[in-house]
């Protein structure tokens, strides 16, 4: 079963992590549209429907990698004070109640979306001669199949959670810096830190 989970993890890792390059590119994208603009007054009418569906394709493709990761903002703020199992029962209930029908009808109503799209072969009407769109409406439902198959996995760990009263263990990713934990592994302390400022340091905070 661990074998199942990890490997739904890593599909919308590789997912997530191959649509982040969008980010890159938009980058470039957007500092040439600046030059050109600005420095050749030679605007590019389609850049700005291209910038509205990379950021797009990024932020949609990335949400089963957030999922898998468990990095969704949570609203509770007790959530976190709560045993292992009251956390699973709540987690399955929600994804039962909203998670599920919410995303089943992103994906119904996302392949309706781009399958209507791609029948017109439609282009956006921002500027003339605008880009294709269905590409970027087909990112809907294939998203959603993706966030749907990592909600079904994260379904089956809530209920592993219920059974043995811990959660299923999840494979390691890139982690923001902790503070604490850099102190500990350059051996420094806060008093280190304080002596280190030397008096410059105390008198910056003194009332003049």
């Known amino acids: 079963m661990q074998n199942v989970l990890f490997f739904v993890d890593r599909l919308s890792s590789w997912v997530g992590q191959a649509f982040s390059w969008l980010i890159v590119a938009l980058t470039f994208l957007i500092s ?25 394709a990024a932020f949609m493709m990335a949400g089963a990698y957030t999922l898998a990761k ?47 799209s791609l029948a017109i072969n439609e282009h956006s009407t921002l500027t003339a001669n605008g880009p294709p769109l269905y590409p970027f409406k087909m990112v809907i439902p294939i998203s959603g199949v993706l966030l749907l198959l990592q909600g079904l996995v994260e379904v089956a760990r ?49 009332p003049r």
């Open 32 to 56: 040439w549209e600046v030059f050109s603009r600005y420095a050749f007054n030679n605007p590019n009418p389609w850049a700005f429907d291209l910038m509205i569906m990379m950021y797009g």
């Open 70 to 116: 468990n990095g969704h903002v949570r609203g509770d703020v007790l959530y976190s004070f709560f045993p292992p199992r009251l956390q699973a029962g709540l987690d399955l209930l929600l994804y039962f109640v909203f998670f599920i029908p919410g995303v089943v009808a992103l994906v119904w109503a996302g392949y309706t979306y781009a399958a209507e």
């Open 158 to 206: 809530c209920i592993i959670c219920l059974r043995t009263g811990t959660w299923p263990v999840r494979e390691r990713d890139v982690e923001e810096v902790d503070v604490d934990k850099l102190k500990e592994m350059v051996h420094v302390t806060d008093a280190d830190i304080a002596n280190a400022a030397g008096p410059a340091g105390g008198a910056s905070g003194a």
